[in-house]
């Protein structure tokens, strides 16, 4: 091979990595790394809702929206709204996420198995995933429904309830109801991703297992689970990071109503930078969700990152 022609090849080397992993990177800083700066740039500034001037406050931002006023009577200082929206959040996306994953679980298993009709199974369950999550919303808001409601029609019409119940006009009973939704919308997608997870388990360790007369719950925790983590942990980050977010089906649904018994971090970031323009308190508030989130997954990673095998 000639001098040229070797000389040619190294430098096509050289560019073989710029020119496959650039334009991925660049895509990556394009929808990643440059709005997680624009948000950190913004919540350090207040703008004025008339003249849209914007002036640096540094951290009063996260201040007030953290930190009441003096912080007398309150809990560690923190600010009321502050400490009932996180509530609200954490009883939102725990609830939800833990119901969903069991019953995503469950379901996965039993898909799993060579069981009559499973391809028609597998198809149907898919169904509220692909439904888009303001017509879901919608829908559970017109089931939930005190006066003309599918959920009070079949109460009432079936003897266990003598009046019909007005969901959206308690607090708790609006929560039940996102969580109720949010189950129904999420629960297909865990079952997908476990059941995919399902199918990386060698079968002939369930023979081994069984010949040495492990029990069903012996070959779950000592083979399938193993198999299974990597999906677990795809399913729980994504999950988790879904409702953490999550502002269709609550916006859609209560608002944040009655009052703000169903307020959470999501429809709080928007009301407050969007309905009260006020996009450096919002900024700010999406940075402490951020965090939040990044924490919740490193969490994830330590409990699920590795596998035994």
């Avoid at 394009?30 to 700066?37: E, F």
């Avoid at 779950?220 to 999550?246: E, G």
Wanted: glycine residues 8%.
């Amino acid at each position: 091979m000639s001098t040229e022609k070797q000389s040619l090849r190294r430098k096509l080397d050289r560019l073989f990595v710029p020119l496959t992993v650039g334009p991925t990177m660049l895509w990556i800083a394009g929808i990643i790394v440059y709005p997680t700066l624009k948000l950190l740039w913004s919540s350090v500034f207040w703008t004025n809702p008339i003249t849209s001037q914007k002036e640096f406050v540094g951290l009063r931002n996260f201040k007030r929206l953290i930190f009441a006023e003096g912080g007398s009577g309150t809990f560690l200082g923190l600010a009321p709204d502050f400490v009932s929206i996180t509530w609200h959040t954490f009883v939102y996306v725990g609830l939800s996420v833990s119901i969903s994953f069991a019953l995503g679980l469950g379901i996965a298993l039993l898909l799993d198995k060579d069981l009559k009709g499973r391809g028609w199974f597998r198809t149907a369950v898919i169904v509220p995933w692909i439904l888009p999550y303001v017509m879901s919303g919608l829908m559970w808001r017109w089931m939930f429904n005190s006066e003309y409601g599918a959920i009070n029609g079949i109460l009432t019409q079936s003897g266990l309830l003598s009046s019909k119940i007005a969901f959206f006009s308690d607090g708790t009973l609006s929560m039940m109801a996102l969580v109720i939704a949010d189950i129904w919308v999420f629960t297909p997608f865990i079952i997908i991703i476990l059941l995919a997870g399902l199918q990386n388990v060698p079968e002939q360790l369930y023979d081994a297992a069984e010949v040495d007369g492990a029990g069903k719950i012996s070959r779950f925790v000592n083979v399938t689970y193993p198999f299974l983590k990597p999906s677990i942990l795809v399913a729980l980050t994504i999950r988790i990071i879904f409702d953490i977010r999550a502002l269709d089906l609550v916006w859609v649904m209560t608002q944040g109503g009655p009052g703000k018994s169903t307020e959470v971090w999501a429809s709080w970031l928007y009301r407050t930078a969007q309905v009260f323009n006020r996009p450096g308190e919002g900024a700010a508030l999406g940075v402490v969700l951020l965090a939040v989130t990044f924490m919740i997954v490193a969490l994830l990673y330590k409990v699920f990152g590795e596998s035994p095998y």
